[in-house]
């Protein structure tokens, strides 16, 4: 039997030596969100000083404003993401020549960006952050499984970074020391997703939902003030089941107010399923050498076949804007990139697929914005039109709930008429009338 230890010691170095490894051409893809690995990625920008040139990093959600994304050397390192952060949409914005987005669906993710590499005859590499090792050899991905396990077993060349505070958790996320060519060591807390206050809109729009989630029903919620008014309005629910893309605080406190058990999930019953988590140090602690968490593959956790097989599935999610047709754009504001896809299509077809199962799309009927002479001015976001460029993420065919602060609609086979009354009469009573309007003046497409 190999000696661990000694593997493990002929294996670390600094992390300059880490970052030498990587060679012009590399295909680089970063673990997710607060699975990054921090420390290598503040200095991946010196690989310049090498002569490395034609880098490119794929990441997702990254929790800091990196010198590689803010202060761009597109000669060495171009940035492509599937989930825009802030750093990313500032620097889009400014024009920076060296970023750009690649569209996919979470269950896709990772995987699609590596064939494509591989198309283009470039190694692809995997920088990821992975708790201490064990006595038999093993570490864990941590905070993320949704693409960096499928890397690994797709030959990918793995530079860890091995952080002593990093949880250890279960699912997909096993990699032996023997699966990795380089690792550093560091000792720092993971980056937090601070708890989002929720305000009264957010109430609301969440009483709307939960009085429509049942007992033993499965949830999926995302991020924000919405979902976290939510999880509030569900502490009275019994039985609830998780199956989500990502792992939140609100989901702790739903497990230790009683009120999810997964005693009634046709999956993986009495677990918790995700693919990734990011909260604050008590989403870190409750996960950590936790069994019942079970961080698994994105490309099955978000496969709406899967999804759909869970008993009353109830999918969670938020737009920008959404138009008299149905249409939602979630990750756009017209062509400027704003976010991403994620696993919004996957969750919401996925849901109407399950017995008892819905999908609610949530989001504040107004929003204030500047206008074109710099001017602030509230605008509703339930639109005769999606503005021009606009991505749509969750199609017209594939919305079921509606949801504002004024109510609750359900488009599911409804014709486009009917849509748009719908909708209307979920708008906020300022727009109404013009939104009226625009419908009675175009009859010929609705």
């Not at 750093?87 to 960006?113: D, E, N």
């Not at 009927?365 to 710099?374: E, H, L, Q, W, Y």
């Not at 906020?428 to 309007?437: G, N, Q, T, V, Y």
Request: aromatic share 6%; with cysteine; hydrophobic share 40%.
């Amino acid at each position: 039997m190999a000696d661990f230890k000694t593997l493990y010691k002929s294996k670390r170095m600094s992390i300059p030596e880490a970052l030498g490894m990587i060679c012009g051409g590399d295909a680089v893809m970063t673990a997710l969100g607060a699975a990054e690995p921090a420390e290598l990625l503040k200095q991946v920008h010196t690989i310049a000083k090498n002569g490395v040139t034609g880098v490119d990093i794929t990441n997702c959600l990254p929790m800091h404003e990196y010198d590689f994304i803010v202060n761009p050397n597109a000669n060495a390192i171009t940035n492509s993401a599937w989930f825009f952060s802030g750093g990313q949409r500032k620097a889009a914005k400014a024009g920076g020549a060296h970023i750009s987005f690649v569209p996919q669906h979470l269950h896709g993710a990772g995987m699609r960006r590596l064939y494509a590499m591989r198309q283009d005859g470039r190694r692809v590499v995997l920088m990821a952050s992975c708790s201490p090792m064990d006595e038999h050899g093993f570490l864990s991905l941590s905070l993320s499984a949704t693409y960096e396990r499928l890397l690994i077993d797709e030959g990918a060349f793995v530079i860890a970074e091995v952080n002593a505070q990093m949880p250890r958790t279960f699912g997909d996320v096993t990699i032996h020391i023997s699966e990795i060519d380089a690792l550093v060591e560091t000792d720092h807390a993971p980056a937090q997703l601070p708890h989002v206050p929720s305000c009264e809109n957010d109430a609301k729009i969440a009483a709307f939902v939960a009085e429509r989630i049942e007992d033993g029903s499965t949830i999926q919620l995302g991020i924000g003030g919405i979902p976290n008014a939510l999880a509030a309005g569900l502490k009275d629910k019994r039985h609830l089941g998780i199956h989500t893309e990502m792992l939140t605080d609100n989901m702790v406190d739903l497990v230790e107010c009683g009120a999810v058990d997964n005693s009634k999930k046709t999956l993986y019953k009495h677990k918790i399923v995700g693919t990734f988590a990011m909260g604050t140090q008590k989403l870190y602690n409750f996960i950590n050498n936790n069994p019942s968490v079970l961080l698994k593959n994105g490309y099955w956790v978000n496969d709406p076949a899967v999804i759909g097989q869970n008993y009353k599935m109830q999918s969670i999610n938020t737009a920008l804007e959404i138009d008299l047709f149905g249409q939602c754009a979630s990750e756009s504001i017209g062509p400027m990139q704003f976010s991403g896809s994620g696993g919004q299509a996957d969750t919401a077809v996925g849901a109407q697929r399950s017995v008892g199962g819905h999908s609610f799309i949530c989001l504040y009927s107004t929003a204030m914005v500047r206008n074109s002479n710099g001017e602030k001015e509230v605008i509703s976001k339930i639109a005769p039109m999606l503005k021009h460029g606009s991505v749509v993420t969750l199609s017209r065919n594939d919305v079921d709930y509606v949801v504002t602060e004024y109510g609750i609609v359900n488009l599911r086979g409804r014709s486009l008429k009917e849509r748009a009354e719908c909708l209307i009469s979920i708008a906020h009573p300022d727009f109404r009338d013009e939104l009226k309007f625009h419908v009675k003046k175009h009859p010929e497409i609705y």
